[in-house]
């Protein structure tokens, strides 16, 4: 994999750590904080959530998520979409195509044989105009013009951040478009709520509101089916340590080197009805993350390709698991799956899509 911003035409200008230009257009650094001294930074770079700092139980700040104290490493290393919003499409795309009404789309293969996370070009790795609209409150816009990176319609995309003083990260998604096209997008910060290169995650406790997960092939692509979790790794419905059976013999495990896969979520209704999806507790510091979302689906990654030689930004490596991401969607490769939610997107309607983290003690 390779990062979109090493062509020899790129001219990097860089003022300090965050405040560089890349071929003319600005990428800056914005920070929020609540009254309780919760604060995130977040660059116009991708929309990528930069550092998180939440109290542990004895009210010690510590920055919860992966992620480089400079632009020049974001741009600079193979892509692991740390802290990113992706989109249009989050997870993958069998074999980079899909149709609308018998039209053929081709996208970029950017994993394997499959698109993923809307391409070398995607949402992650391009400069978003910003609009600061409080201390709590910034939003981001774009137009993602018809046929980028291959998709159709001219969509134009707003993203909303708002950090509660109830120790909520809210962030909301809308995009229009002029033609039907498909939409998915999420949120990829990498959470370890002991601290950020503090070591494995498995010792985190998760519960999932899914009773059914999708299982993929070998490729990384759901086979269609939505199997039930009772009896598997899979099952999170109670609280559970995340590494009690990761070393089972279970072929879905090996397939995907551990658990990187979409839950489905029970109590999906509709995008006006918000749901608890997850809940993810550290021991050791206290920090519980609960996650809502108005989405079907719920993929939990256990940084499985985390391996240690990526050097994060207060210089510890970040090793194999040192991290989840818990990714409200629509479940990969809807376009290619009748029988999952629809992931269309027509002109007279509106995407939206909400994920909030709350965090709190326990
Ligand atoms: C996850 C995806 C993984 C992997 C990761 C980035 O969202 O499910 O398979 O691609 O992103 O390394």
């Known amino acids: 994999m390779s990062n979109i911003f090493t062509p020899k035409s790129t001219k990097i200008i860089e003022k300090s750590n965050f405040a560089t230009e890349i071929n003319g257009k600005s990428i800056r650094l914005y920070k929020l904080k609540n009254i309780n001294g919760v604060e995130i930074t977040i660059t116009n770079f991708g929309l990528k959530l930069v550092s998180l700092y939440v109290p542990d139980r004895d009210g010690k700040l510590d920055d919860i998520v992966l992620g480089f ?33 018998g039209t053929e789309y081709v996208l970029d293969n950017n994993n394997g044989n499959n698109h993923l996370h809307g391409g070398t070009n995607g949402f992650h790795n391009l400069i978003w105009d910003a609009e600061v609209i409080s201390d709590t409150e910034i939003q981001f816009t774009r137009i993602s013009k ?25 962030i909301n998604y809308y995009a229009t478009t002029d033609k039907t096209t498909i939409v998915n997008m999420t949120h990829h910060s990498y959470f370890n709520l002991s601290g950020e290169g503090n070591g494995t995650i498995n010792n985190h406790i998760l519960t999932i509101n899914a009773d059914r997960f999708t299982p993929v092939n070998y490729d990384h692509i759901p086979t269609g089916e939505l199997a039930p979790v009772a009896h598997t790794p899979f099952d999170f419905r109670n609280p559970k340590v995340i590494g009690t059976d990761i070393k089972s013999d279970n072929e879905q495990l090996t397939i995907s080197r551990g658990y990187d896969h979409n839950f489905v979520l029970n109590d999906y209704k509709n995008k006006d009805t918000l749901i608890v999806a997850a809940k993810i507790t550290d021991p050791s510091s206290g920090r519980v993350m609960e996650v809502f979302t108005n989405e079907p689906g719920l993929q939990f990654y ?46 007279e309607s509106t995407y939206r899509s909400t994920c909030i983290y709350k965090f709190f003690i326990g």
Do not use: W
Request: one cysteine or more; charged letters at 25%.
């Open 302 to 347: 256990g940084g499985n390709f985390l391996t240690g030689k990526t050097i994060g930004k207060s210089d510890k490596p970040y090793t194999h698991r040192s991290a989840f991401c818990l990714e409200t969607q629509h479940f990969p490769d809807s376009p290619n799956q009748p029988n999952f939610p629809c992931t269309l997107l027509k002109p």
């Open 69 to 101: 104290s400079s632009i020049k490493d974001y741009l600079h290393t193979d892509e692991i979409y740390f802290g990113a919003t992706i989109g249009r499409y989050g997870n993958r795309i069998a074999k980079g195509k899909f149709s609308i009404n």
């Open 146 to 170: 018809d046929m980028e990176e291959g998709y159709p319609g001219n969509l134009d995309v707003r993203v909303h951040y708002q950090l509660t003083d109830s120790n909520e990260l809210k």
